[in-house]
């Protein structure tokens, strides 16, 4: 994680002084923001099983239900503490700005389907948001006991070692990946999504879909993945691994090559020298 004495960058001293952050209080919150994520991850690991399957939706929808029982109250508990006085945003399909102030926006179990499914990818984020602004973000992966933090300026981390995103410069080149940014897309969106899919499957190399969004802007971050991209957007699925990517020396924006914004319809993380390419392709997408 960013150490005490890492400054904050001058571009960005305005959001932590709105927010009442030090430098070393961000790195302090930071840390607690860590432990509440990975207590809440360890107690999901307790449940998880590779033989788990679930009978029809109702029972699927029940054990959704459980699974963020188990964990939402850890980390609220933990960053309530942490930091008091602070909004909460704790809908994992939900969309669109936030009023003005400090926010949590967390997501006890991202990936909640594919934990009770037995299947790995899934786990657990919280990130502070100023005016729409993530402040630091953390996010712990239980399967692989990895915990991915960074905060506004002061870098991103995989186990406290710097995070870089890809030095690939040909598209043609690029792990690309996408998913749905939540069940039952709207009949626009599925038509976003499969002609944005159809126009980088031409320009990349090959293409990864999966869920959730935080786990693969991860990979985004740390160079094993190129570029991502998603034709809608809720804010807990792309919050935290935005700021990920961003620290990481990634870039991101909405599809026109416009920044990134919660109440954004669509949403491009990549490697910098692939960024121009990706949103030459994307951008043809109405």
Known sequence: MP???KEIQTEHVAAYETAGLSSAAADELLRRTVAAVTEAGQV???????STRQGDLQQLLASIKQQEGLSAPILKRHLETALPNTHWDEDEFDGGDLPEGLWWITDAVEGNIN?????????TTATLVVDGQALLTAVYDPLKQAIYAARLGAGAFENGKHMHASVKTDLKAALIGTGQAKPHEDAETQ????????????AGLVLHVSVPATLQLVEVAAGRRD??????????????GGLLV????G???DFKGQPWRLDSKDFLASAPGLYAAAVDVLTTID
Do not use: D, H, N
């Open 227 to 240: 570029v991502f991209w998603q034709a809608s957007q809720v804010r807990s699925g792309l919050m935290a």
């Open 191 to 202: 038509r976003r999504m499969t002609e944005s899919i159809q126009a980088m499957l031409q």
């Open 251 to 253: 870039v991101t924006s």
């Open 3 to 5: 150490s005490a004495s």
């Open 115 to 123: 934990l009770i499914q037995g299947m790995p990818e899934w786990c």
């Open 44 to 50: 999901l690991l307790e449940t998880y099983s590779r």
């Open 246 to 249: 961003s620290e990481a020396g």
